[in-house]
């Protein structure tokens, strides 16, 4: 059994990876966490027998979907627990203003040099539909935030890299983050640019995680934030709230369940999840 489970940061990023309910495959060596930080990671209370810490961008993979880095295990405390509600929001919120238009650019492979040559770091047309549609969806709902894609990186507000042929190969399919203190989104969506060629994800697979990670600059925490079996299988795990908040939205239910198919539960199969009830009212309410 295979799931894709959104990588959540406790107190920085959110994103996501492959990982498998079977036997954890062997660490490389140039993966491997020092032994006073796989300490340090157990103290806090995670599996570092089940799921051994990797290296990961500038931090560890904890728990097979988990992102920390020095700096958020040296601040975080104990967990805390969450009570069983639909939808979470951050602390920090987008200052829509009067009505907001978010910009995001991602490169696109090229027959021709540069950039956006294939293979330098392009998203392929399939990656580029899947953003569209992305889009399309958040723009449907007529919130007081909307999104464009453009064709610059200069000034937009979010720009989609990525991630290192590595993480590629590892299984990592992205990251996100959460607003800044000002209002502002977050700045960088790191994606994996083989979710069609590598796992065959269809378009409307493509596009529900880059809504997901959209949803992370946002603002959103996991629908199934208090329980992360919910969605991904396994023991319960509670993600607690990281130190960015996590709020519950009036207006959704109590209780998360994996056949409403919220579009940030913390686990998917790769499939279509478009905004159900809950997801609309949750969005209409912050924006």
């Known amino acids: 059994m295979r799931r894709i489970n959104y990588l959540m940061t406790l107190a920085v990023l959110a994103g996501f990876t ?11 060596d140039d993966l491997s966490v020092p032994a006073d930080v796989v300490a340090q990671i157990a103290a806090l209370g995670f599996d570092v027998q ?16 988990i992102y ?9 405390g104990q967990g805390n627990p969450l009570a069983s509600v639909e939808q979470y929001s951050t602390d920090n919120l987008v200052n829509a203003g009067g009505g907001r238009v978010i910009t995001i650019y991602a490169p696109e492979e090229s027959s021709g040099g540069g950039r956006g ?15 569209d549609e992305a889009i399309s969806r958040y723009n449907s709902e ?37 607003p800044t203190a000002s209002g502002d989104p977050y700045g960088e969506i790191k994606m994996s640019g083989v979710l069609e060629s590598s796992y065959g994800l269809s ?16 603002g959103f925490r996991h629908t199934d934030y208090f329980d ?16 960015v908040g996590a709020n519950h939205i009036p207006g959704t239910p109590t209780g998360a369940t994996a056949s409403k198919k919220s579009w940030m539960l913390a686990c998917t199969d790769g499939g279509n999840r478009p905004f159900n009830n809950d997801d609309k009212t949750a969005l209409d309410y912050l924006y």
């Open 68 to 76: 920390l880095t020095d700096q958020t295990i040296a601040e975080m």
């Open 117 to 131: 040559k294939k293979g330098s770091g392009g998203y392929s047309p399939a990656m580029i539909a899947g953003l």
């Open 203 to 218: 378009t409307d697979g493509i596009a529900t995680i880059i809504a997901h990670e959209m949803g992370h600059c946002i």
């Open 228 to 243: 992360r079996s919910i969605s991904c299988g396994g023991s319960t795990a509670n993600e607690g709230d990281g130190g």
């Open 18 to 28: 492959f990982v498998s309910c079977s036997e954890q495959e062997p660490i490389a």
């Open 142 to 178: 007529n919130l007081m935030i909307s999104f464009q894609r453009v064709t610059s990186s200069s000034g937009a507000d979010i720009v989609m890299t990525r991630l290192s042929k590595r993480d590629e190969r590892r299984g990592v399919l992205g990251s996100a983050g959460f």
């Open 50 to 65: 089940n799921w051994v810490p990797t290296k990961f961008e500038n931090g560890y993979l904890v728990e097979g979907d």
